[in-house]
């Protein structure tokens, strides 16, 4: 009875979507036990079911930065106040968030060390001591490490003080190189997000006034979130000769010459997780794609009085086959309602649910519900394993699917300012609209209708038109969204 | 020409592991590029080389501590100085160590937060908010993560200000449960570091002087290293009811009583790499053990001025074929003297070299080198994926037995004080020794001689001598050597 009641409460528990998302959200992470708020402000824990999203999501990048060339390591947490100096609109950029350590083991320090919100400024230091000849290029490294950045408004996952996240810093002989690189990245960040979290992403060139403080380009992949606002979900920057200059990284050159290396840098976060929360999830909890669920099937085993005898041999023994053939698999033991059990792993995303009953046995059958569709289906016992996989493979490919008809449906064209304003006002999403370039203008739009340019369409000509907001020649069109 | 000179001055920088041991270790990690100086007194950068190393070991790890139950989770990188300060013997331990963080986003924070030594505080802060009822037990949580502690004298892997590590936290419904708990991960160390790292350790029980900070009792396995000095190589600790009282982490218990939880904690660090590094070393540089080598194999192909056309092709199937196989491989295509890059893959410790030339390509064969014997012999080229596999676990295996037999070689006993500081003063390693207990004659041993009891056999019955310091019945027999 206990659990009759823990049961409805669980339920009740989560504010529905459509009422108010920003609850929604912040209820499924807290239900799900994704994240909980810390001591700390501004700081949270990921728990475990959130880490282990995490760590899929990790593993996949990691395996594709690899397959690229990409080689880890890691570098200082600390960065000497004077180095981060070095590069005068990164301090800029990055000086009112930072942290400072000024004690170390009793004592104040000479020189106050900055807590890394990135670390271009650390690692430029250390290229500098190891580039020499043009054979020392490329150098193509990347880091897995957590960074701070001191946030007045903080959201589990999306925007924390201190995050986790993946840092690639790269260093060529040439421009073309560098542009390469950072494009290739782009390219590698689309298809990770895509392929494991099948979120669909729209690639792009930020604006001036967006890019990454220090960088001569940034580019970056968009994802529009179940409320319609965008997520920037990674970013990729070409560095010019910028660092290269600030922290003096010159090499040899096959003609002699000395010359300075052209960087790149480019990273993604923890707040993937958020965005796999927000483009899936419905009113009964998260809906996790398949690759990076931390369980794909769970096995609810039911009955009256005695299913620890009549059902659970047979659970067992299905929860070794498919564990066996490779699927993340967990049988629920607990003593509780099959009920409460269905909310439960709903409310964790859990792709497949696998029930299994003294009637099933008899059939030699089991019950396959699906979390996306909330379809049912009886599948027989042998080859359940090949037919689970299959499956888990269509969940995969329709929640990419369902996810890109809503970003086509929520992306609507405007030429003209009152057609940009309705559209921003009613059905949010993203809005495609002419500019022409000017940052007075795309300050203008921001301020009247907090919509943003998320990106612009790379290497794109001018389209015809006239700028949505000035009536001056479009120089582009940009990727208008209010965005997290 | 210029190679030539290179490759010399390559070979020379090593100093004799037998002419200056402290010497030779900071050679061999400059020179195979497995970390280097930062720019931040006391931190190092592990280079990409290194950093592979640490990798592999992280998995082997990461694998045990997942099989055995437990789940990784994050928690937060500060601390708010009040929670350190609820454990009174935690904080007296790492207060002189720890690095404040004053200032936050351009302004003075009202309280100072510390950059985690260790998380026992903020995790106790979360157990506290997790667990109610005894269902709630056992929490198994593990975190990947850098912490911080002030160091006077630093040397790169063994003892910096910052390093990365693994620290579990558990909690438990019983005493007994948490000593189980203590107790099954320190044979989850030593099975890591003996399999994995072909290092062998003594596990035993830290002296009262010597355990953690806050913990009723510290476990510990210990290395013996190439010049005779012990390393401590993991730590397991119960907590007891410590930090669930400092942190009021308590639970209904089965009998409906309120009861504090029984803890335990545990760690190894990137420190593992320097003891890699001091087991199997020799004057040439690196020998990896090949389960957590970054490459096993390196392929050289030998040949005149043609090679690349008469060698190249045939390197690049074979290449194939072993990586096909499982086996972590890479073929040195650089315009060098063979010589030379026999010396680089020496310096870098790679297990076995496969050469390659236009004789062995007519006798379809290659000649096989290994680092650790230095033993070379022809292998057909026919089912060579095979052989190399067999011949890769020959290494891994007589590694662990070359570094058992040192250990054994210098480990001796000691009756009287006089035999005593005659072993400690000769041939440096571990001496086994009865001890009566007593802090001050551990404290006047380590004074007279530079050696501290490194652990105590666990669950030992009383010895029949008397201290081999003071000559009062001997309460237990202890591992004593000078240490890192």
């Known amino acids: 009875m206990a ?21 929604w959200y912040l209820d499924v ?20 079911y959130g880490y282990a999203i995490w760590e899929l999501i990790q ?30 609109e990164h301090v800029e950029g990055f000086a009112p968030q930072v942290a400072y350590v000024t004690h170390g083991g009793g ?56 995050f986790l996240w993946q840092e690639g810093h790269t260093a060529h002989e040439t421009e073309t190189e560098a542009e390469a690189e950072t494009l290739k990245i782009l390219d590698l960040y689309k298809d990770t997000v895509e392929t494991e979290m099948a979120v669909p992403v729209v690639q792009g060139i930020k604006s001036e006034s967006e890019k990454f403080a220090g960088a001569l380009r940034t580019y970056s992949i968009e994802a529009l979130m179940g409320d319609g606002r965008a997520l920037q979900a990674g970013t990729s920057h070409n560095l010019g000769q910028n660092f290269a200059k600030a922290f003096d990284i010159t090499f040899q050159a096959r003609d002699k010459s000395v010359q300075h290396v052209w960087g790149t840098s480019w990273g993604m976060t923890t707040r993937l997780v958020g965005a796999v929360i927000m483009v899936h999830g419905d009113d009964s909890g998260l809906v996790l794609p398949p690759r990076i669920a931390p369980y794909q099937v769970v096995i609810v ?9 009549a059902v659970l041999p047979r659970a067992r023994e299905i929860q070794r086959e498919l564990a066996a053939a490779g699927i993340r698999v967990t049988l629920d ?121 998320r990106n612009m369409p790379i290497g794109g000509r001018a389209p015809a038109g006239r700028c949505v907001r000035c009536d001056n020649p479009a120089k582009t069109e940009a990727w208008f969204a209010k965005a997290y």
Not at 6 to 20: L, M
Not at 81 to 87: A, F, G
Not at 301 to 309: F, K, L, M, V
Request: aromatic share 8%.
């Open 333 to 453: 033991e607990r003593d509780e309602r099959p009920g409460w059990k269905f909310s439960e792993w709903e409310l964790r995303g859990v792709p497949l649910r696998v029930e299994i009953g003294p009637k099933d046995i008899e059939k030699s059958a089991v019950l396959v519900a699906r979390r996306d569709t909330r379809d049912k289906r009886s599948l027989p016992m042998e080859g359940l394993a090949l037919r689970l996989r299959d499956l888990l493979e269509d969940v995969q490919r329709s929640l990419l699917e369902r996810a890109r008809q809503f970003r086509d449906e929520h992306t609507q064209r405007a030429e003209t300012y009152e057609a940009f304003k309705q559209a921003m006002d009613g059905r949010p999403g993203f809005v495609i609209a002419p500019w022409c370039g000017s940052a007075d203008c795309e300050a203008r739009i921001k301020a009247e209708t907090q919509a943003t340019i």
């Open 301 to 309: 085993p039911i009955g009256r009085d005695n299913w620890r005898e």
């Open 29 to 48: 992470v807290r239900r799900a036990e994704l994240a909980d708020y810390s001591p700390v402000k501004g700081c949270m824990v990921i728990r475990p």
């Open 107 to 162: 004592e104040e320090l000479e020189e106050k060390l900055i807590v890394r919100p990135t670390s271009e400024a650390i690692i430029g230091t250390m290229y500098a001591k190891w580039v020499q000849s043009w054979r020392d290029l490329p150098i193509l490294i990347n880091q897995w490490a957590n960074v701070v950045r001191w946030e007045k408004v903080t959201r589990p996952f999306l925007r924390t003080t201190e």
């Open 59 to 88: 593993q996949a990048l990691d395996r594709r930065i690899k397959e690229t060339g990409h080689v880890n390591a890691y570098f200082p947490l600390f960065i000497p106040e004077s180095l981060l100096n070095k590069e005068a």
């Open 3 to 23: 659990n009759q009641d823990k049961a409805d409460t669980f339920v009740t528990e989560i504010t529905p979507r459509s009422q108010d998302f920003s609850r």
